[in-house]
């Protein structure tokens, strides 16, 4: 095994020589070590660069710095108890991180949601999806230094984050779903929340648009930069907004839905370009799809449990406890030594807002998963970055890493 | 010999005034800025060091003033030290030839609101402006840090580009008024302000100063998100403060400057009856274009580096040639017939002049990403 990772010691001149052309070893371009404290590179992420004046010759970007053991220890933990390492993974998806663990859950151990429970997720994992995307138009505005629009992103974000909170007690680590439905029923307040949200948020992206999507200053320094040609992305395995911005239209929500996308109508947005406009103008669309996702899944909203009724993996509703025998059974159960779940492996994907989200776990027979691995689209998106990166300008190097849309959490887990 | 000592005490004292009124803007600056910026992106801004926050001036002076000065290792320390007061001593001397208000009577005595009626004012200005920017690519260099010399070296790119066409809007408030004294300036524009004569002058004379201040949408020698601080990376204290205030006095001085060249300085209705007037509206008119700044920083994203030099030389000289050209011309109808309604042909046609060059500029300097 030690001979696949071979250690690479940029400390010394031959390790160095791996990494960059031989011009920079020679002192003729330029090495700048970005990060892992600078202020564009989104968490601790550290690039390696090569510059020749201010051109990029080489990215070599440079993981780790944020690595949290997620997989190793949702391993020593029951599958109940492991899901609140998810929403540590990708703190700005956090629902949809339960989301993908809790499906690969029920997958493995063939346990029904209920639709209500179903549609919740939807409106929630949508809302995150938008809050996600707020997150990633302000600090992709505020490298771009259009400071403003930052704040007017996060105005909104805080709106979703006390939807979350309402339900889940928590603004971003809610674990809120759980295998077999939710933890409880949303409050009464939720849906007023929600339409008021609905209500007001197209008005904000038209806001955020007046100010950048015709602003000469912003389409220059994001048209024809970072192009990611269609047979490129699909190569290096891309997914999510970049993909799509590459004109390859492929979204897990229409190509394997889950969760019950199927029901609701809303369009994938493509561009043909591939740069970071067209990565841009994708997720603003993103962001308007989301909202038609989560008005038609409010307006059906079913009534009904929202917890699966099979005591063995889901526990027991609280007033139950004090009268039945078997209920406070199976709850004592599942809290000390947790579900059993049988031998063999699953792989769930979901549409992440950063691209496909995969969960793969196996199960042995015991109440704690034997392998866990999480197929994380910052990590994969990021892979990329080199090759976007060459020939351009330092200055549209913090445009490149904000349209990549990483996370670091998701990217070291 | 009673003169003279009353004549040296006169110019103490405004020269005083001057410096500390900076320095106070400076620090007032400061906080104007925050609380603009905070009003348009739905915060509340400093406020819990006195009511409203008027007092965060003076706790960030105390920790500017108590901080540990840093001085790298391997920086060049002389040059590391004296960078910063090269940059600060001419945004402060700036301000010397121009006029705050009219002659005024106290105790017996003209005093005139200026410090020196020089007679190539506008020289001095194009002079003294430009050697802060020496200020700041010693600092990027000495600092022995690559981030700090990228933004010291951007920050020679940036000037080259942009005191050509700052240097061409100063021609025409020289033209209109034959003079290159600033007390002659707004002495003759005692009836029109040369902004209207001068529209397409006095916007380009504005983004070049923008420029030259290093504000917000060119402040690419300290591009915060690219560079992390740009040319004061290593720059800790009291240094670092110098380098922010020198940055705010210019941001002052090149409004005054605009103010004086194209608003009509202290200019306003009733000025002749009452002098004291005159500082205010000029208050007012350079409040306005700080605010100005404020805005436009607040508002639009930051342009490339090499985008700017485009925009330089590519734009915005052309256009400022052919604005002096077209003044030129204008000048010299009202000459040949005597009339001085021939003046309107510079507005309007340095207007359609510009209009025409950026239409047809737009391919050249826009969209030219490879």
Partial sequence: MTEMYEHIDESTLDGMRTLVTEEAVEGKTVLLNMGPQHPSTHGVLRLLLELDGEYVVNCVPDIGFLHTGVEKNMEAKTYTKAEVMTDRLDYLNTVGNNLAYCLAVEKLVDLDVPPRAQAIRVILTELQRIASHLVWLGTHALDLAAMSVFLYCFREREMILDILEMCGGQRMMTTYFRPGGLWRDVPVEFEGAVRNFIKIFPARIQEYEDLLTNNPLFVERTKHIGVLKPEDAIRWGVTGPPLRASGVKHDLRKVRPYSGYEQYDFDIPTQSDGDTYARYLVRIEEMRQSLRIIEQALNKLPYGPVRSNNRKYVPPPRSEIGTSMEALIHHFKLWTEGFPAPKGSVYVAVESPRGELGVYLEGDGGPKPYRVHWRTPSFVNLQVLPLLAKGHLVADLVALIGTVDIVLGDVDR | ?370
């Fill in chain 2, 1 to 370: 010999m009673i003169m003279d000592w009353a004549l040296l005490t006169e110019w103490t004292i405004k020269s005083l005034v001057l410096i500390f009124g900076l320095i106070g803007g400076f620090a007032y600056l400061t906080l104007f800025e925050r609380k603009v910026l905070a009003r348009f992106q739905v915060r509340i801004g400093p406020n819990r060091a006195g009511p409203h926050g008027i007092l965060q001036p003076i706790a960030d002076a105390i920790k500017l003033i108590f901080k540990e000065e840093l001085i790298p290792a391997k920086a060049d320390k002389i040059i590391f030290i004296v960078a910063p007061i090269i940059t600060v001593i001419p945004a402060l001397i700036i301000l010397a030839v121009v006029p705050f208000g009219p002659d005024i009577r106290l105790f017996g005595r003209t005093i005139t609101l200026y410090i020196s009626d020089l007679n190539v004012a506008v020289l001095y200005i194009m002079s003294v402006t430009s050697i802060s920017v020496y200020g700041i690519v010693l600092a990027g260099w000495s600092s022995n840090n690559k981030y700090a010399t990228l933004g010291g070296i951007r920050s020679t790119a940036q000037m080259i580009s942009y005191e050509l066409a700052l240097g061409l809007g100063f021609v025409g408030p020289i033209l209109l008024s034959g003079s290159l004294s600033l007390v002659g300036i707004v002495d003759a524009q005692k009836n029109v302000w040369f902004f209207l004569y001068q529209p397409v002058g006095a916007f380009i004379f504005w983004v070049a100063n923008l420029a030259e201040v290093n504000r917000a949408p060119f402040d690419m020698p300290e591009a915060e998100q690219e560079l992390t601080a740009g040319y004061h990376t290593e720059y800790s204290g009291m240094k670092f403060a110098l380098f922010f205030m020198a940055e705010y006095i210019k941001m002052i001085a090149v409004s005054a400057i605009a103010v004086t060249l194209f608003f009509g300085g202290y200019r306003g209705p009733l000025v002749d009856q009452f002098p004291v007037l005159g500082p205010l509206y000029f208050l007012i008119k350079v409040v306005a274009f700080l605010y100005l700044m404020v805005w436009v920083r607040a508002t639009l994203p930051r342009i490339r580096y090499d985008r700017l030099m485009a925009f330089g030389w590519k734009l915005l000289f052309p256009i400022s040639l052919g604005n002096v050209l077209l003044t030129a011309v204008g000048i010299g109808l009202v000459g040949i017939t005597g009339n001085n309604l021939w003046l309107w042909f510079i507005p309007v046609s340095t207007i359609l002049f510009f209009l025409l060059v950026s239409h047809f500029a737009q391919g050249a300097v826009a969209g030219g990403n490879k």
